[in-house]
């Protein structure tokens, strides 16, 4: 079965920390793995995307790296500001052309000013 | 500016009533997904559709229906058969050329 777990469920930091934020998945055929953003009563935000013959992506403070072989991802979050603050999940992509995600249950980031 | 709309933002259903989500895209995306996410359980996907006049269930299909007559509108009917169909309901698109997903601001259902 095709699970994605992510640990911790709830973080706590204060402003200006560095943190890693951290994702498994069962299922090593994976096609691609996804990290997105929900702040609270809203939709979700796509952050980063690897394919799964890549290594990591970056984008502004943010460095997503996956690991196929061990069934890890990390999302790793630069200097962290107040406006961090929501949960963030990672999804498997897997089903080649259908690319059917399956959620892990988030961590809630809590950024302290 | 493109994106997924979704309507209303709150709705509130009575026992035995079915009731209708709307999901609209302006990005001519050919894939629309719609998922269910209930608190300390994730998003679980309900029925996805990739081309216009098909659709495939999802994990948790049962009680839900949807159809898609137009590339731009894939619309989900919560029936009387869901037995616990209080939960925040997602709809996303993506280009099936590529793997990025986007995603509307939900609409939160609540049974009354």
């Known amino acids: 079965k095709q699970e994605v777990t992510q640990i911790p469920a709830a973080l706590s930091v204060p402003e200006g920390e560095n943190l890693v934020l951290n994702c498994s998945f069962t299922?090593?055929?994976?096609?691609?793995l996804q990290w997105f953003r929900q702040d609270p009563g809203k939709g979700l935000t796509s952050l980063l995307l690897?394919?799964?013959?890549?290594r990591e992506q970056t984008s502004g403070r943010l460095n997503a790296s996956l690991d196929k072989s061990s069934g890890r991802s990390t999302l790793y979050i630069a200097a962290s500001q107040p406006g961090d603050s929501a949960t963030y999940l990672c999804a498997g992509g897997y089903g080649g052309a259908t690319n059917k995600l399956i959620f892990g249950t988030g961590t809630l980031l809590a950024v302290q000013p | 500016d493109g994106g997924i709309t979704q309507s209303p933002k709150y709705l509130f259903r009575k026992e035995g009533q079915n009731v209708t989500l709307s999901c609209e895209q302006n990005l001519n995306h050919d894939a629309m997904y719609w998922y269910r996410q209930d608190p300390g359980q994730g998003l679980r996907l309900i029925y996805y559709s990739q081309i216009v006049n098909d659709f495939q269930k999802g994990d948790i299909a049962e009680g839900y229906s949807v159809s898609r007559e137009k590339k731009e509108s894939f619309p989900l009917t919560v029936t009387s058969a869901q037995k616990n169909p209080t939960a925040f309901y997602l709809c996303a698109s993506r280009d099936s050329s590529a793997y990025g997903y986007t995603f509307g601001s939900g609409t939160r259902l609540t049974v009354v």
């Open positions: 690897i394919q799964s013959s890549q």
């Open positions: 299922d090593s055929a994976i096609y691609n």
